[in-house]
């Protein structure tokens, strides 16, 4: 498939020791008043940052014609199209009889930064696993090949090592002959021998109409806004207007709904005909959820934001292990959650789904689902399944990363029906194939950015009893810092700054943690040091102006957090050209003109306009500047707020 697409970039090299903003949090006296299992699994083991994975920030605007790979999987009524190469995603599903595409269908590929470590598109089905928000495998390869299905037709298996938690998973689709649905299989295995925090969400993006409305079994629901908060209300009316209407708030925001533990799981977006999409499954996964971004002007420049000009909306009905988004559910050592999901057209009489009586709206959904698709259909797929989700694969389709093959070499783990072969491995894996053999950490063939960190106590443990050179020291400060001891990821990286022939990557680590402690001055003399250091160091490449870009930005803010201006100014300076040409560079020079007191010259960087492609899901930074440059109403293009102004 061609699509418009803006290439992802290069990965940031410096690892991710503080978490991105995450907006889906609620603090400790936020939980107070929950249920009581509710406000449990909010608080339990939520991530302190996305280690190991790497923040994708490398992206632009500039799209151009680009080949994605596809696999297509259809029957006589549906087609379904997946993106092996995108994190498995679903990107249309077509029916044919209606010749109606359920889903919507996002024309172009353009990233955003709403995963968990950045980049992510919108559109169609995705899957969402390791931890509140949207997944870190959002724009990574999964492995895909083909499996005998429970009918003794084909299946495709989409598997993965999820990193967050070290949790191998998989995700099985198939159509039956003369099926409207699609029939999705999930397993999420935990091979170790502690228990460990689960999350997984299904998010469908559904066309949104002003007559679009979303119906599930539920007569209450847990609201979320940007104000990051939870409370009970009711459903469908709440202050004032039919909140299943997604076109019918203001703001974007989250509804949770209640769905009764002995309730068929289901959850349906249908049009003002009456037509649309219904999602259902076993009651493993039970949570239901709508995402709308509203009627207002930031939920209405995001959705531009994320797509072409011309394109319609769309919202999100979700479906998830647990009531709301903020929870994780402990998956024991040795077991497996599984369960089954099925997607398919649902028609609906639209008297009674538009009517007044929310009741009648609810069960004649229910009514239309249960004669296309009984709910013991659905018990017994996911038993039938279940015979199958061992079965090895026959035919290989698309290869994912080599990370699951390291964690199977080095833990010995069983998988049948997910192969991590070892030809996956990569250059990203080899040092650490390598420290798994021979207890070493290879020193690299050439002056190179440090490769990423693995941060598990296994790892760990191997790192410490490694010869204490400067690389194996700051992989070691990564994966202590990960673990909490932070007062012994300083010393590590203090260890290896004695002997480093590049001191960047420890100075940078310390930075941080000096930031994290207060001592911000500190913090500034070292990120100054370090991008001192790196500019003294530095080659022609990709990966080294990605560095550096990562570096001098961090070092702006960290200078013009205590006042050193001029020293900001330095740091600018030397950055490359087309770095300091970014939208977010352009911003950051707003606030470096700012703090020079030239305020004529920032304004003007406005009003000639960038876009910042990285700007973050709820970041509110654009009008912070803005306010600081004028007292007149922020333009329309720099408009991304997500709640109200207090």
């Not at 559109?123 to 005998?148: D, F, K």
């Not at 509203?294 to 209405?300: K, L």
């Not at 099925?342 to 007044?356: F, M």
Request: with cysteine; net charge negative; aromatic share 8%.
């Amino acid at each position: 498939m061609t699509l418009p697409a803006a290439p992802l970039g290069p990965e940031n090299p410096l690892p991710a020791l503080r978490p991105l903003d995450e907006t889906h949090t609620v603090d400790a006296d936020g939980r107070s008043g929950l249920p009581h299992d509710m406000a449990r699994q909010i608080g339990y083991e939520p991530l302190t940052s996305v280690l190991p994975a790497r923040v994708l920030d490398g992206y632009g605007r500039r799209r151009t014609p680009t080949g994605i790979d596809t696999i297509v999987i259809e029957n006589d009524r549906l087609r379904a199209t997946v993106l092996p190469g995108l994190g498995g995603r679903i990107h249309s599903l077509f029916h044919k009889p209606s010749g109606r595409e359920l889903l919507y269908r996002n024309p172009v590929l353009q990233p955003a930064d709403f995963a968990l470590n950045g980049a992510w598109f919108s559109g169609g089905i995705e899957w969402n696993i390791g931890a509140t928000g949207h997944t870190t495998l959002s724009c990574a390869p999964l492995h895909a090949a083909l499996v005998t299905a429970p009918d003794g037709g084909e299946m495709v298996r989409l598997w993965e090592w999820e990193r967050l938690r070290d949790l191998p998973f998989q995700v099985d689709l198939w159509l039956p002959e003369d099926s409207d649905f699609l029939y999705v299989g999930v397993r999420i295995r935990n091979p170790h021998e502690q228990p460990v925090p689960t999350y997984w969400w299904s998010n469908i993006a559904v066309p949104e109409g002003p007559e679009t409305r979303v119906v599930a079994p539920a007569d209450e629901a847990w609201h979320f806004g940007y104000e990051r908060s939870l409370r009970r209300v009711p459903v469908p009316g709440w202050e004032g207007a039919d909140r299943t209407y997604p076109l019918r708030s203001e703001y974007p925001a989250d509804y949770f709904y209640e769905v009764p533990r002995e309730a068929r799981k289901w959850i349906a977006s249908l049009d003002a005909g009456g037509r649309g999409l219904v999602q259902t499954s076993t009651d493993r996964l039970g949570g239901r959820k709508l995402f709308l971004w509203g009627s207002g002007a930031g939920g209405r420049r995001w959705q531009q934001w994320l797509t072409e000009p011309g394109t319609g909306g769309y919202a999100e009905i979700q479906a998830g292990l647990a009531r709301t988004q903020l929870e994780h559910v402990r998956l024991e050592a040795g077991a497996e959650f599984s369960w089954l999901e099925a997607y398919g057209p649902l028609t609906a009489d639209a008297s009674a789904v538009h009517g007044d009586d929310w009741a009648a709206a609810r069960r004649e959904a229910a009514d239309r689902l249960e004669a296309a698709l009984p709910r013991a259909a659905v018990e017994a797929a996911h038993e039938a399944w279940r015979g199958c989700a061992d079965r090895e694969p026959h035919e290989v389709l698309a290869i994912g990363s080599g990370w699951g093959a390291l964690e199977v070499l080095r833990g010995g783990y069983k998988l049948p029906g997910t192969p991590f072969d070892e030809s996956a491995i990569g250059d990203d894996q080899q040092p650490w194939l390598e420290l798994c053999r021979s207890g070493a950490f290879p020193a690299p063939r050439e002056a190179t950015p440090p490769g990423p960190s693995l941060v598990s106590g296994h790892w760990r443990d191997m790192l410490e009893t490694a010869l204490a050179e400067p690389l194996t020291e700051y992989h070691l400060g990564v994966a202590q810092w990960h673990g909490g001891d932070r007062a012994q990821a300083v010393r590590s990286w203090e260890r290896g700054l004695e002997l480093a022939p590049a001191r960047w990557p420890l100075l940078r680590c310390l930075a941080v943690a000096d930031r994290c402690d207060g001592h911000d001055g500190r913090a500034a003399d070292r990120w100054s040091e370090a991008f001192g250091d790196l500019c003294a160091e530095r080659r022609e490449g990709r990966e080294w102006t990605a560095v550096t870009a990562a570096l001098g930005r961090e070092a702006i803010e960290a200078l013009l957090a205590v006042g050193r201006t001029a020293e900001a100014r330095s740091v600018w300076d030397r950055l490359h050209p087309e770095t300091r040409a970014r939208g977010r560079f352009r911003l950051i020079e707003a606030q470096l003109l700012l703090a020079e007191g030239a305020t004529g010259e920032a304004r003007a960087l406005f009003d000639a306009g960038f876009e910042v492609a990285d700007l973050r899901e709820g970041a509110e930074i654009l009008d912070e500047v803005w306010s600081a440059l004028t007292d007149d109403p922020l333009p329309e293009a720099y408009e991304y707020r997500m709640r109200p102004r207090s």
